[in-house]
């Protein structure tokens, strides 16, 4: 069966992700704009360098233009957040992405954004995946690829000057130029590396580059920015001698940095210095939304200027969502994505990136000392992030204690309150922690913050124990 999660569809490569199912959910989604009045202004639609992506984008838009769906084809392995911005300045209805992200590489999916280049809202997901698992084979109208081509139908479209145009416009260049940083940068295998090379050589960066042939495996690791994963990227910082290293994942929607001492910085501390630079150095102000596991330093430096924290389910359209109810400045999560008012409305790592650049350019001081300023100023907070894969037994069983009795151990510090919203949440006197199941794999993670990493730990463990899961202190 057809499940989209918190960040579309995704499925095994042979398991669920087949033809069949791709056929399934671009019919669905293609009578959904036919109902709408929407198929002629048509839809933009790309793929990663995942195993199979491209074929399945070309399947996936066969259907699109037999059920009678004009479709802008990028031709070309691109960013997801290209996709989301060409949605926006098209003016289009809907826009899909044929990726699975930071997923293991025998994963493979389609996210899929509606107008104004945004997430497509839950309700719009499910109601698709509805349609999508009723619809039988024989009922899909398809054209081939290449009648499709001929007829118009399908179109091809290179909108990638457009979308690093508006990130260059959108960034202080004068201000790179002047501090001629050395950065190293490391796509992860993914397709980032032009734009970002095109971006950085135009603000005349030294750049050094590290994985970033075609390599549908992702180097045999996982397509994602975190210590585990960028042993590489911070041997090459030091060995450079760089002023940052810069990592995105397999899509480029999220964000990885490593700082001239070669230490990772976390995605939290990462968000919360560029929602900082833009109040401090920037002068602008606005809320901040962040996801109900993601740092409370963002809380601290919010109220330091007179602004609010918004905390959201886990999910970036919640984040979208919160971001334009509330006008806010930036919304981000704890694995790396992020986003500033005026961009998208989606995460972006290339603007992330570049955002981040001339945060250390125009504050002419290294990212090291910047991140001891953040701890200075509004006191230091550290997470420990853990994950574990799930039987169907197991999580029946962590979830009967955890959501449905409630039972919670004690962790030795006072609970100031409890959300239910996404997963459990237990507010701590300085502190938290979070028992949540993934919205994309078969896993359950447990996040905490506390003033240390040591004590961070400590209250995974205790939660970990709690429910079952294997831990060793």
Known sequence: MIKFGTGGWRAVIGDGFTKENIRRIAAALARRMVRENCAEQGICAGYDRRFLSKEALSWFCEVLAGEGVKVRFVN??????????????????????????????????????????????????????AEANALEEDSIRSLPFEQALEEGKIVYIDPRDD???????????????????????????????????????????????????????????????????????????????????????????????????????TANETLALLYYYLMEYKGWRGAAVRNIATTHLLDRIAKAYGQECVEVPVGFKHISAGMEAHDALIGGESSGGLTVRGHISGKDGLYAASLLVEMISVTGKKLSELVLD????????????????????????????????????????????????????????????????????????????AETEKEAQRLVGIMANHTGLAWED
């Open 76 to 129: 070309g392995s691109c960013p997801t957040p290209q996709i989301m911005f060409t949605v926006k300045n098209l003016e289009l209805p809907y826009g899909a992405m044929v990726t699975a992200s930071h997923n293991p590489a025998v994963w493979n999916g389609i996210k899929l954004f509606t107008a104004g280049g945004r997430d497509a809202a839950e309700d719009v997901t499910r109601e698709i995946e």
């Open 374 to 449: 953040l701890f200075r100023r509004f006191g230091e907070m550290h997470t420990a992030e853990y994950d574990w894969p799930l039987t169907k037994e197991l999580r029946d069983e962590i979830y009967h204690t955890v959501m449905e009795e409630q039972r919670l151990p004690d962790f030795g510090r006072k609970i100031e309150k409890i959300s239910w919203m996404d997963g459990c949440k237990v507010y701590l006197e300085g502190g938290w922690v979070i028992t949540r199941f993934s919205g994309t794999e078969p896993r359950v993670r447990i996040f905490a913050e």
């Open 163 to 265: 979308y690093l145009d508006s990130i260059l416009r959108q960034v202080d260049t004068d201000a790179i130029r002047k501090r001629r940083l050395r950065i190293v940068l490391d796509p992860m295998f993914g397709v980032s590396l032009t734009g970002l090379q095109t971006i950085l050589y135009t603000a005349r960066c030294d750049i050094d580059v590290i994985n970033d042939r075609h390599d549908a495996f992702f180097g045999r690791h996982l397509p994602a920015p975190n210590p585990e994963t960028l042993v590489d990227l911070q041997y090459a910082v030091k060995e450079h001698r760089a002023d940052v290293g810069i990592a995105t994942d397999g899509d480029a929607d999220r964000l990885g940095i490593i700082d001239e001492k070669g230490r990772y910085v």
